[in-house]
Each structure stands twice: as C-alpha cells, then as structure tokens.
C-alpha cells in the first residue's frame, strides 16, 4: 500500500507533524538528510502507521499519486536544496507544502519556479509550537486555490479545531500564507513584550512578589485578557528551579533571542509606509536585551530619577496595568491586521481578515478571547480601516485609555522602561489625531530641498520661497 503523504525535515515540528498526520490516520512516509533524527522518530512510535525512509527517491516512490510532501526543514537554502532533490522523481501534479517559517518572497520564487514545471506549492504557516504541531495548529497555506483544494483534507485534519471548525483556511495566493504567518509572528513579539513590561510594573514599581504576579495573570486570563500567552505567563511564574529554589524566572538571563521573522515583518512594513511602531520596538527590545554587558556597565554609571514616589494602591493599579496591557495588545493586533490589509490591497492578495482572525482562535501562539471580536469586526465591515475604530474596541480603548496613560506616565516616572506600552499610547493618539505636526515637516522639506506641499484650504501643490 501506497503511503498518502510524506514529511521531510524530522526536528521537533516535523516529527510532531508527522505524528499528527498518523494519529488522523494517514499513512505516513518520512524521511530525514541526517539518519538519525528518522532512528529517533522510529524509536517513539507507538503503533501509528509512519513508514521510514532513508533515500530520497524510495521516500517519494512510497506515496500515492499525485503525491503530497510536507517540508518541515530549516527556512533558506535548506528548503531550496531539498526542492532540487526531489525535483527529479515528481511529475506534474504533485505538491509541495513548506511548512517552515520561510520568507513570502522565497515562497512567490519557489512558487513561479514549480508552476513552470506542473509541480503545485502551498507556503504554508503554522503557528503553535512542538505541542500545536503535534495536536493540531494554526495552519495558513497560501498558493493556487485548486491546488490547496487538493491538500485541504489532510491539513484541515491536522490543524486545532474550535467549536468543530478547523484553524485552517485558504489565506491567497503565491506568498500570502507565509505572510499572514509572518506577520502574526511580528504581532507575537509585541504581545510578548507587552506582557513582559506589565509584570515589570507590577514586580518593580508595585513591589509583588512573583507569586503574587502569577496569581494576577490567572486572574486575567478568567476574562477579557484570555489568551495562550497570558496563560503560560502564570504558568512560567509558578515554576521553581530545581537548584537554588527561587523563582526560575529570577535565574533566566534577561538577554532575549529572536529568530527572524518580526524583524521581516518591520521591514516589509517599513517598506511599504505601514505604522508597525509597536511590533517594532518589540524588536528593538529583544537587540537592546542582547546588550547585556553594556547595560551592566552603563548601571554603574548612568542613574535613573531620583525622586522618591508616594506608594500606590495597589488593587487600584493592577486594574490600570491590565487595562493598559489590554489596550496595547488591542494596539498591536490592530497594526498586524492593518498590515494585512494595506498588503493585500498593494499585491491584490484579498486576504480574508475576518477568517485569519478565526483561525487564530485555536492552536496559535497568538491565540485570544477578543479574536472572535475581530472576526465579528471585518465581518460587519469587511473594508474596515483599523481595528481601533471598529465600535467594540473603540468604547474599550476610551474606557481604557485613562489606564494605560497612567502606567506609563507612573512607570517613566520611576525609569522604568515601557518600549511598547509608551508605542501603543502613541500609537493610538496619533491615530485619534485629525490634526498632527506633519505641517511642520512638510515645510521644513520644502525649506531645504523645494520638496513642495499641498495646502489645508487650497487644491494644488504649492512651494515657497523661504
């Protein structure tokens, strides 16, 4: 018997995957360039029907026609030099999925590169880890329609389901399924962030114990701040190391790393003239955290405020903190989302929002309660300009916005470093603002290099001589 699909790239994703397809009872070829991460899965199985291989042309001669591969290799040259391997021994009508974090644009070229040869290719994001991999993601494949139609009933059995709809969908066409997963990793780093500098205010300037934090954030993650992220923060701060019995946060190195993809997300914003302010301080903080040393040495000579601070209440200010947190990850999705839209008006993608936000709801890191009220939004309005105006969040915002201008006055009082909370209050007043000070800009360029200006009461463009 002919084996349904196959999986190349046998780390932790990929064999997860590979279990997930076997446990929704596909037959399963595997293959692996290195011997022994295949031993390794072998090792594990318990009955589920994964079929090994060790040569690349008996690996693609196990599965049934048209065949379907599933690449879970490192992003880059890797997925490249796998392509050309098994180029040889498809004909046309097969797919290829890549499953990896690859870049949108690698995917459109990979894409216009397999089209000529008949051969289908699907870039496919997913999103939710070693555990989502193997009990079911978030999956957004993009490519040609007809050929996702084709690959549909394995990924929407594999993906996570809520309330019986799978977290899968047809995102666009070419890249556009590695982009939607680009750019909910950008969203990611922000949401990250945000929670990261919301415990800091609670630790450093509300003095709680970690405990104690860690009963905040399950109390939040009983309401509106619902999400995966605000769970495994309990989580994280509940865990004890083993060797000194502290926290085990209080023994991680606050040096943080990041793989890639918020920082394409910032320039492909950047770019294209898309506000992604707080995803990309969210990058910046993780590059100023790698200077470790130098932020030791700059403590021991630069100084923060010196003037001591009345005690706060501390019931009333953990309610600011979770507002502002609130507000800031309503913030950061809002720019994710409008990146979405603004790039698929540019490349005519026709990203399906209201669908993206669904299928965030299950499996992804990203994954929140208020994602079903962003469905709901671009379903009632499916050309809305930005989340912050849709009706639900803006009563929120308005209701909340006292919260979050409060903690990041209080926190930059006290030194305290709030990179994305002080970017979303930004944010969100430069957006509220039918009037700014780009006026002023715009005169100093035209001053310096006749770069022109048009006028608030006139049609035209217009120059002075300064």
Not at 66 to 86: C, E, H, N, W, Y
Request: with cysteine; hydrophobic share 40%; net charge negative.
């Amino acid at each position: 018997m002919l084996n349904t699909i196959g999986v190349i790239g046998l780390g932790v994703m990929g064999s997860n995957i590979a279990l997930n397809m076997a446990n929704k009872g596909e037959e399963v070829a595997v293959y692996n360039y290195t011997r022994d991460l295949t031993d390794q899965l072998v090792a594990k199985l318990d009955g589920q029907s994964i079929h090994p291989y060790y040569e690349v042309q008996d690996f693609v001669q196990s599965l049934e026609t048209p065949r379907q591969i599933f690449l879970m290799v490192t992003a880059g040259k890797p997925i490249d030099s796998v392509i050309q391997a098994i180029l040889p021994h498809l004909e046309s009508g097969d797919i290829i999925m890549d499953g990896g974090n690859s870049h949108y644009t690698d995917t459109e070229r990979r894409y216009d590169e397999l089209k000529s040869k008949g051969i289908g290719y699907l870039g496919v994001g997913i999103s939710g880890g070693e555990v989502g991999a193997l009990n079911g993601p978030s999956i957004m494949p993009g490519g040609d329609k007809i050929v996702y139609e084709k690959a549909a009933p394995v990924l929407t059995k594999i993906a996570a389901h809520v309330n019986g709809d799978p977290c899968c969908t047809y995102i666009g066409p070419k890249g556009a399924g590695h982009f939607v997963k680009m750019v909910h990793n950008g969203i990611e780093y922000a949401d990250m962030q945000l929670i990261a500098e919301a415990y800091t205010f609670l630790r450093e300037k509300l003095e709680l114990s970690v405990e104690e934090i860690a009963g905040i954030f399950e109390t939040w993650n009983e309401g509106e701040l619902k999400s995966y992220l605000i769970e495994i923060t309990a989580e994280i701060l509940r865990k004890k190391d083993e060797i000194t019995g502290l926290p085990l946060i209080d023994v991680i190195l606050d040096k943080a790393g990041q793989k890639g993809t918020g920082k394409w997300t910032s320039i492909q914003a950047i770019d294209n003239g898309i506000p992604a302010s707080i995803i990309t301080e969210s990058l910046f903080a993780r590059y100023i955290s790698s200077l470790k040393e130098e932020r030791v040495h700059a403590e021991s000579i630069l100084s923060g405020p010196k003037n001591v601070q009345q005690p706060l209440d501390k019931n009333e200010w953990i309610d600011y903190i979770r507002q502002a947190l609130y507000i800031g990850k309503v913030c950061a999705y809002a720019q994710g989302f409008t990146q979405y839209k603004m790039t698929s008006e540019l490349l005519d993608w026709n990203l399906p929002l209201k669908d993206i936000a669904l299928i965030f709801r299950g499996g992804c890191i990203i994954r929140a309660e208020f994602l079903n009220v962003i469905s709901e939004a671009y379903h009632e309005q499916s050309d809305l300009a930005n989340l912050l105006i849709s009706p639900y969040f803006a009563e929120k915002v308005q209701d909340y916005q006292m919260g979050l201008r409060k903690v990041v006055c209080e926190g930059i009082n006290a030194g305290i470093s709030f990179p994305c909370l002080s970017a979303s209050l930004t944010y969100y007043d430069s957006y509220r603002a039918g009037r700014s000070s780009a006026n002023i800009l715009q005169a100093q360029r035209d001053y310096f290099g006749a770069h022109t200006y048009e006028r608030r009461d006139l049609a035209g463009v217009y120059h002075t001589n300064w």
